[in-house]
């Protein structure tokens, strides 16, 4: 009688050992070939920055002015003239909420932005999934928000938090936390980003017709402000693509992490974001592999252009490595289609417009390992 191969059988295993290595490596080779083409970036025109000489980061705000009452609104120009290049950045002291307030008086409740003085040519939501990382994330929106003001477009700040052992807002200037009774059964400590960035894209476009939405992490801050944060119209778009963590180039050729772009329609086409990875990693490399499943590539913010300085900081409690990353990444042929937005389930906890971001609260229940 014939006898099924069983994946338990030591042949098979071996098999599948050295298939999940095959493709683990072609993920994070740094090779200049891939069967999923060469690399691509955005025209940088030949300009040349030099990141010796930079600029502080609320420089030409000041000619910013509403026009006229009764005046009507003639568009932005194509490129904006307030752009001044590099700029300076420093961590060193962690700045107040209401000292950003003041310094950005025309940003709305809810962290909304448009233009007083023309009408934006783009709309643009930037998504930041957040954990208890509430200096990083004043820091971002000191800078953020000039940063695209003098871009002149439209946008406006979602701050994504997950349920944790408490949850932590701002309020009458103050930062105001709640902790949550009987943790270990209604919420769950492993970080979730990519669900989370899930949920914020589904609760923006509530809001909105956005044209693009950029995916952030709360440690990066931008160093120029002509790396526009607009989507490229077909490919999803890498925008981080050079950071001082790895030495302003990319680590490997494959890498999404940081900050991307995409077009809600790229993001639809994609099934948007794993749901399944707890913890820290694998889910970038699971949403590089979406895209060209998809039948997409992506794009690149040149590296002369795509500088961020990242916020010194420790691995996080409960977001340690996600040890089964890598067994996940192998499977995305097969998942992408059923893992990810049309799949995502959420209790929306809290909504609420605050001065500078709109905070979203959710409980998505626990990690399976929990």
Partial sequence: MMRLCSPSRPGSLLILALLQLAFILFLYRRSLSSSFGSLLYEDDHGRYWDYSKTHDVYTNLSLITPIPEGETFANC??????????????FQAIPGMSKIERKNPYVKSGGRYAPPH?????????????????????????????????????????????????????QSLNWCCLKIPNFHK???????????????????LKDEDWDCLFLHDVDLIPENDHNLY???????????????????????RMYFGGVSAL???????????????????????????????????????PLSLGHYKMI????????EKNEKRFDMVVKVSKSWRSDGMNSIEYSLLQREELPLYTNITVDFGNSPTV
């Fill in 263 to 301: 077009t809600p329609d790229q993001y639809l086409r994609i099934n948007g974001f794993p749901n399944t990875y707890w913890g820290w990693g694998g889910e970038d490399d699971d949403i590089s592999a979406r895209i060209y499943f998809a039948g997409m590539k992506i794009i690149r913010t």
């Fill in 312 to 319: 010194s900081h420790n691995m996080d409690v409960g977001n």
């Fill in 77 to 90: 120009p194509a490129e904006s003239p307030l752009l001044v290049g590099p700029l300076t950045i420093s």
């Fill in 118 to 170: 023309c009408k934006a040519w783009y709309k643009t939501a930037i998504l930041i999934p957040h954990r208890n990382r509430e200096p990083h994330l004043r820091h971002l929106l000191y800078y953020l928000h000039p940063f695209l003001q003098r871009q002149q477009l439209q946008y406006a700040i979602y701050v994504i938090h997950q349920i944790s052992k408490r949850i932590c807002f701002y």
């Fill in 230 to 252: 607009v989507c490229n119209r077909r490919y999803p778009k890498h925008v981080s693509s050079a950071m001082n963590k790895f030495k302003y180039r990319l680590p490997y």
């Fill in 186 to 204: 209604t919420g769950n400590r492993t970080f979730n980003r990519a669900k989370l960035l899930n949920v914020g894209v589904r609760e923006a």
